[in-house]
């Protein structure tokens, strides 16, 4: 085997050993299961481009050097055919689509196959670490894998064959894909909004452009990015939008015409047809999170006093792209909601039985103005696989259906995340930057810390007059982490009281009743540090004292003030935190009645910075008239 990298910048030979230039580039034929090398492109005298045919004119070739059949003044130069593309300009450090483990990747290098001295084919991508570092040195390559499988985790090439690439930029040249690719084109509309949303911004739009009405429909309901997918609405023309939203189930199109201007929603709801533009505009008189946003009004409903056989002439009937149908929506003479009955007793039942007679009665149903998570919980609970949305004299007016719930129970997932600050972005396991700041989400305290350690280090230097002053900053050092990280902690102890308490119970305590918990917990917690401290200042007292009793008397009243005081000022900031969390109980309280997101690691830097003053403040205050000018300035009592 060979790679791209390997031959790149290689001397190209004439038959007479003549040098005429240096690879640059290998052309292949893309409609093959395996590529063929068909074109060598090189660079020739003053830099000067060109192109041989690699069958005609390729001899042999190695890692070191490519030698062609005849002398220089024989060869005659080709161009680019239509179905050719260029191995280093279209392929390689560009991003591809996997389309087999359905990701977007780039394009490392590129493993050839060398079965024969002369033919050469293209059996796929590496996408690796080991490609990366080979285009840089092949050298380093094999040091770092070497190295690795020393370690016992050597380094696995990841190659991506030919027949699972598509070209995400395939305007680039024309390219005409093989017919053993599955394309974009195949993929389910999740995958495909999978990829485009890794996709950087310049080669979304392209991406998205591709796909025809219907598949650009169901990539837009599946996006997790609102923001996306009104650039990418916003990128089209209005009657290209129009037929997209049209293609749309109402709800999903309803969601996504409530982030547009009012302007653009207009317009574009104008164009549609009317019975999608009614559908959707239904949806968009309900308020934000509730069962009427997220319902469909695509649901199939018949007379109760009807037969099975009826039913089926029904469903034969039905659009398409008819919402999924589970039930049947029995309505009695009044035209108001009686009964249910699955598919799985449709098929059962003869055809002359009465629908009636195999109904569910005992209905799970939800008003448009329910709270769409309580409406998520239900279909959980209940394990349907929709529910119905009835107004208030029972007429049926929609169904909120399994996976618009699981969406909504995800939204709720994620948000609760972010508010106890343990959410994470999704990334691949090479994005190394995103690793780095997840971690330092997940340890602030250590960044307060260290800034607390540089302050600290100001104030000793500076006070190198004082010896007190000195000790006393360096000391800090030791007992902040002890305030942070407690003071992390009481933000996650009320955020999971939160996600966990149900204000409306009987058993939930009120606002005060969780203060004097938050309090009490406080003084516990305030009062193990103190006895800490005082561990702390009895071992330091028995280390001095027996080696140099004049030493000790000053180390004694040294740090039996310095220790007291540190250990005292972090009981009292981790207090100060306990005696916060009712306040920020109170926040996520008021912000979640007006459907507001809170983030936690907003109130975990409030609190650990309120942590960090109070700490330095108490010190400061202790420190204050703690020692007597006639012990700081008895020299004798220094051992240096």
Not at 214 to 233: H, K, P, S, T
Not at 459 to 465: E, H, L, Y
Not at 501 to 509: H, L, V
Request: charged fraction near 25%; proline fraction near 4%.
């Amino acid at each position: 085997m060979i790679y791209l990298s390997q031959l790149m910048g290689n001397p190209v030979l004439d038959s007479e050993g003549e040098k005429i230039g240096s690879v640059s580039d290998l052309g292949i034929a893309t409609g093959e299961v395996f590529p063929r090398i068909t074109s060598l492109a090189f660079m020739g005298p003053g830099r000067t481009p060109m192109m041989i045919s690699w069958r005609k004119y390729v001899d042999t070739y190695d890692e070191d050097v490519i030698r062609l059949k005849v002398p220089s003044t024989e060869i005659r130069f080709s161009y680019l055919q239509p179905n050719e593309v260029l191995l280093a300009r279209d392929i390689l450090n560009k991003q591809i689509v996997d389309t087999r483990g359905i990701r977007v990747v780039r394009v490392n290098d590129l493993k050839l196959s060398d079965t024969s001295s002369t033919q050469l084919r293209l059996l796929g991508a590496e996408v690796g670490a080991r490609g990366l570092l080979r285009s840089l040195s092949p050298q380093l390559e094999h040091l770092v894998t070497r190295i690795a499988r020393a370690m016992g985790h050597p380094m696995q090439e990841r190659i991506i064959a030919w027949s699972y690439m598509d070209l995400v930029e395939r305007d680039l040249s024309n390219v005409k894909l093989s017919v053993s690719h599955k394309t974009l084109d195949e993929l389910h509309p999740a995958d495909v909004a999978d990829i485009i949303e890794r996709l950087d911004s310049r080669l979304r739009s392209q991406v998205f452009a591709q796909l025809d009405d219907e598949q650009r429909a169901g990539a837009m309901a599946e996006f997790n990015d609102d923001a996306m997918a009104v650039e990418l609405i916003g990128g089209l023309n209005e009657k290209e939008a129009s037929r997209i939203l049209s293609e749309m189930d109402p709800d999903d199109a309803a969601e996504l015409v409530s982030e547009l201007s009012y302007d653009r929603a207009e317009k574009l709801l104008r164009l549609m047809g009317v019975k999608e533009q009614r559908a959707i505009r239904q949806l968009l008189g309900y308020r934000e999170y509730t069962a009427g946003r997220i319902m469909t009004s695509e649901a199939l409903s018949v007379p109760e006093d009807q037969t099975v056989a009826y039913a089926f002439d029904r469903l034969r009937n039905l659009d398409e792209d008819f919402e999924t149908v589970r039930y049947l929506y029995l309505t009695d003479e009044d035209g108001r909601l009686s009964g249910t009955v699955t598919l799985n007793r449709l098929i059962v039942s003869e055809p002359e039985t009465r629908l009636e007679e195999i109904a569910n009665k005992n209905l799970v149903t939800a008003s448009p103005e329910d709270d769409q998570e309580d409406v998520a919980r239900n279909i959980a609970k209940y394990n349907l696989l929709a529910m119905p949305v009835v107004s208030d004299d029972n007429r049926l007016l929609g169904i909120v259906t399994v996976d618009d719930a699981l969406d909504v129970l995800e939204e709720e997932h994620a948000e609760d995340l972010q508010i106890v600050g343990g959410g994470r972005s999704d990334s691949d396991s090479g994005d190394r930057g995103r690793n780095i700041i997840w971690f330092l989400h997940r340890n602030l305290w250590l960044l307060f810390w260290v800034a607390s350690v540089v302050i600290a280090a100001f104030v000793g230097t500076a006070a190198t007059s004082n010896p007190t002053m000195g000790i006393f900053a360096a000391l800090c050092t030791i007992t902040m982490p002890i305030s942070l990280n407690l003071s992390e902690n009481t933000v996650n102890y009320v955020t999971n009281f939160f996600l966990t308490d149900d204000p409306g119970s009987e058993k939930s305590p009120s606002i005060l009743g969780f203060a004097f918990r938050s309090l009490l917990l406080g003084l516990l917690v305030s009062g193990l540090i103190c006895i800490l401290g005082a561990a702390a200042h009895a071992l330091l007292e028995a280390l001095f004292h027996p080696y140099d009793p004049n030493a000790g008397v000053f180390y004694a009243a040294l740090f039996d003030q310095t220790i007291i005081q540190i250990f005292g000022a972090a009981a009292g900031s981790t207090l100060i935190s306990f005696l916060l969390t009712p306040i920020f109980l109170a926040v996520l309280r008021h912000r979640e009645e007006k459907n507001q997101e809170t983030s936690g690691l907003t109130l975990t830097l409030i609190s650990m910075s309120l942590s960090v003053v109070t700490f330095f403040v108490l010190s400061y205050a202790l420190l204050q008239g703690s020692f007597t000018p006639a012990v700081l300035r008895t020299e004798d009592h220094f051992p240096w």
